[in-house]
């Protein structure tokens, strides 16, 4: 197919706005091309040279491609500028400076259209071309490509050059164009996207074989596959309910979630956001590969710092060995690190994501050698859960993760097959001293409150929150705040300090925010304590034992 229909589409979709009338046209369009087309067209109208899997690159920069374009208009730099301040869009500035050139010569009426398969061939010398006078050679191949496209063309040669498409077509949409083409379920198409990390890798197996090929599609190990989430629990009664009355604990480390590929004795790793975190971690790798026990894996786990006792250190410490690329023999020693696995994706050719979790579980034991996986407890039993989120929270460790026993793995979703599971740091009885008007639908309701504990015979404020309260409540708090005013700054109600309000939070931080040097994070009221007298609140002495009690279980060391 001649590269131009893929252009007039891309036109086309710029000026569409509705979903469903683009993801037709493309739908159309997959359809009339041939085999060979499918993986490249796809990718070009996705903005990329390659497919997303592929490590080919083109390595050409602006400068490079500016200098080509300046060479074959012959034109004034000036109409670029213009046409980039109008326009925002290199790809359209190249047009408007080509289209010039046009007008003067008629060159490109006489040469042979372009096809899809021929720039693509162009992309892949580009690609090849290394080593000394590569940048030369570059220059000349896409002087060549250039030269033989129209300026509307050129326009969308640019811009998959540089990977900024513009056409508001995204991968979703082009999932759900390759179903409409291909006729198969949109949730069969996302799921194969999500095996194999590239939804033209899926159009071609759809077009070659059908909806069984798609099917079949598989994991490819130095692919990361998005993760599985975890939806935040209320409390360990939500888990029992949801999970049939037994679940599957483990302690969730306060860590950073890796995914460890490995082939033939190759490894990489890759962060939750799915880059390669390889190099920061040579320690693991070597690990994974003196321990584990097969031939091909994905499997998950997750790496936390600790000191020298073994105890857990907080997140930031561990944060630091992704940053330091240079010194990361140094950093290895500073902050040492340990991998704690807790599932498995893949073995030998064997997708795991549709095997339960216990069985997920025990073939993860079974290859993982003398690395650790997260502890883990199943059980029936609340007060046998509670005893293990305490055991967890004093090891120094978050929380606990609790996952039904039966479920498979999700890529990319939240679901409450895994629950997390906090500590829930004991709420605090707290006088109200000043508030401030909302915005919006509040603006007329003192909606914003300042919390403050008891300290001697005055208070100190320690949180401020706008969340917890019914509107009903609001309203009414608002008018037995206005009758115990005594000042105003600005926006803001200075009240005696009268009601008392229960409230609940994540975490007590340092903070110069307030003057008691302690904030609530995440503060919220649970309820309003009309029983309470002022004189019974929480004192600033139970704050700072709270905030203590916190560090108790973690290290707390200074680099
Ligand atoms: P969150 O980031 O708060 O949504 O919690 C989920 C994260 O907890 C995962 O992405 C992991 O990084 C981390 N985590 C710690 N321990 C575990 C565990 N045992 N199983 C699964 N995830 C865990």
Redesign the pocket.
Known sequence: MEFKSLVELCESLEKIAKRNVMIDMVADFCRRLNEEEVEPAISMMLGRAFPKYDPRTLDVSWATLSKVVKRLSGADWEIFHTAFRNTGDIGAAVQAVLEKRAMRRQSTLLEKPLTILEVRRIFEHIAEIKGQGSKDRKERLLETLLSRATPLEAKYIVKIVIGEMRTGFQEGLMEAAVSRAFSIPLKEVQTASMLVGDISEVAYIAKRLGRGGVLNLNFKVFRPIK????Y?ASSLNEVFEEHGGKTAL?????????QIHMADGDVKIFS?RLTDITRSLPEIVNLIKGEIKAREAIL???VIAVNDEGKPMPFQHLMRRFKRIHEIDNAARIIPVEL?L??VLYINGENMIRVPYVERRDRLREIAGNIPL???KITSSLSEAEEFLREAVNEG??G??A?RLDSPYTPGI?GKH?F?V?EVLPPLDLVIVAAEYGYGRRHNWLSDYYLAARDGDRFTVIGKTFKGLTDDEIADITERLRKIAIGEEGNRVIVLPKIVVEVAYNEIQTSPKYESGMALRFARIVRIRDDKSPEEADTIDTVRKIYESQFKRKAKIDL
Do not use: S, V
């Open positions: 993760p599985m989430l975890a935040m483990e302690y969730k480390l306060d860590g950073a979630r890796i939750r998950e786990g997750e704690h807790f599932d997260t502890k883990q460790h978050e606990l993760m996952k939240r895994w997390k906090k």
